[in-house]
Each structure stands twice: as C-alpha cells, then as structure tokens.
C-alpha cells in the first residue's frame, strides 16, 4: 500500500520537478515516505526543485518538540532527502498570533499557485487535515479544537491524553480542494468507517472527508480492512 502511494508521489515528481506538494504526518504515510527515501538515496528521484507544504500543526508546540508535525517531517521525510529546507513549510505552533499565521499560510498556498498534488490521510471520524466533524466545511486555515476523537486517536503518541494539545492550526477545505490531485491514503478496520463515509455517504461537514466527491482527481489508496465496508457495499476497487 505504501508504495503504490509513493509511486504516485514519485509519478507526480518525475513528470514535474518542481512540482507543490501537500504533506500529512500521521502512522499512514510512514512507509510511503520510507519508500521515498529509498528512491531517493538509490538516485532515482530527486526533491531538489520540489516545495512542500504540510496539512498542520499542533498549536503550542515547538518546531523541535518530538510530537511537532515539524519534527515529524524532518525525522520522516527532510532530513533523509535532497529538498531544500527553505522550500519546506509547516504552520507555525508556536505563532504569537495564530490566526495571522493562518491568514499567511493560506496566501503563501495562493502564491505557489496551489499544490499539484496533496496526500491526506484520513481521521476515523472523517477529518482530513484538522477539519474536524461540524456544522460546515470551513475554506480558510484556521485554529481548530480537536475532538475528542482525535485526542484518543493521537494520544498513543504522547505520554498520556492529558499531553495532546487541544487545538491546532490546519489548512482548510479550500486549499485542500484547490490542489490539482488528492492522494488519500487509509489502512486498517479502524479506518473502514471514515473510508466508507468519504466514498458512499452523503457530503457533509459531519464527515469532512465527504467533500472530495466534488473534487475531479481523487486517488484513494487503502488496505483490505479499511476498504471492507466500501466493496461490501459493493464497490469496485482495483486490485
Ligand atoms: C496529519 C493529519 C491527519 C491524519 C489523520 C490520520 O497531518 O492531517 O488528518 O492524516 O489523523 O492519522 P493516522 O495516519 O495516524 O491514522
């Protein structure tokens, strides 16, 4: 699975070197990284030309704080490739005024002229990025509460729930939909609904995923668990 999503990733690198990339953090891409990096180091692709701009960002965290999104993209991706430090971005946590940080993400998105491709994975309660289930899709990126969904959810990566931090600063649907292609990436049972609700449901803020039914060029990369509701309500899946 992982690397049938790099090899999207790569396809998009191959056919344009200075192609905009959308980044998430999360266990999902892990390995689709990995598999970068080894084509990477083998020569045979390179980040040189490439600028990559990530989903979020914890509020309140350190770009060096282990369980920064930063420093997930460093210890998972940039330390271990030829990109260029400057061409990456990540919102900043640590921003004195948050929301300005948000106005400036957003036009520095504008200004790249959007990304040409954007990998998401996918929350179990739908969110993509942080947009997290509510009464509207929301365009701009923006200072989110994090349900208490996501918490649980990230809480295995923290020394208890109580050490998640309760907002965070995320892309909105608009840059999110803005991007030319979208690599969703999604493994496990623990991902059969959400998967579900994106594919088959209704489109609907509850289900923030549920939005890119709209988008033109959606690639959904997922294992049997997580696409076992989807072809049990009988859609095709490509083997
Ligand atoms: C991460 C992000 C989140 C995750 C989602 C799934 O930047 O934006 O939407 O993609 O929470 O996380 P994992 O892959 O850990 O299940």
Not at 181 to 187: E, F, G, K, P
Not at 189 to 217: E, F, R
Request: glycine letters at 8%; proline letters at 5%.
């Amino acid at each position: 699975m992982s690397r049938r999503a790099a090899h999207v990733i790569a396809a998009e690198i191959v056919r344009r070197p200075d192609c905009v990339l959308g980044l998430a953090t999360g266990s999902t891409p892990v390995g689709t990284y990995r598999q970068l990096i080894d084509w990477n180091r083998a020569g045979d692709l390179s980040f040189r030309q490439v600028r990559t701009v990530n989903l979020d960002e914890y509020k309140g965290l350190a770009p060096g704080h282990d369980q920064s999104y930063r420093y997930f993209m460093q210890q998972n991706l940039f330390d271990h490739v030829d990109i260029i430090p400057e061409n990456t971005q990540v919102p900043d946590g640590l921003a004195a005024d948050a929301d300005a940080e948000c106005a400036r993400y957003d036009s520095y998105i504008h200004d790249l002229g959007y990304s040409d491709l954007q990998l998401l994975g996918l929350g179990r309660n739908g969110h993509i990025g942080f947009n997290e289930p509510g009464e509207a899709f929301v365009k701009e990126t923006h200072v989110v509460d994090l349900t208490q969904s996501t918490i649980d959810a990230n809480a295995r990566f923290f020394a208890s729930a109580d050490d998640v931090p309760r907002q965070a600063l995320t892309m909105g649907i608009g840059c999110i939909m803005a991007a030319r292609r979208v690599l969703v990436v999604a493994s496990g049972a623990d991902k059969a609904d959400a998967v579900y609700n994106v594919v088959c449901g209704p489109i609907d803020p509850h289900c923030p995923g549920s939005i890119l039914q709209l988008h033109p060029d959606v690639v959904l990369v997922a294992d049997e668990a997580a696409l076992s509701k989807v072809t049990a309500a009988g859609v095709a899946v490509c083997g």
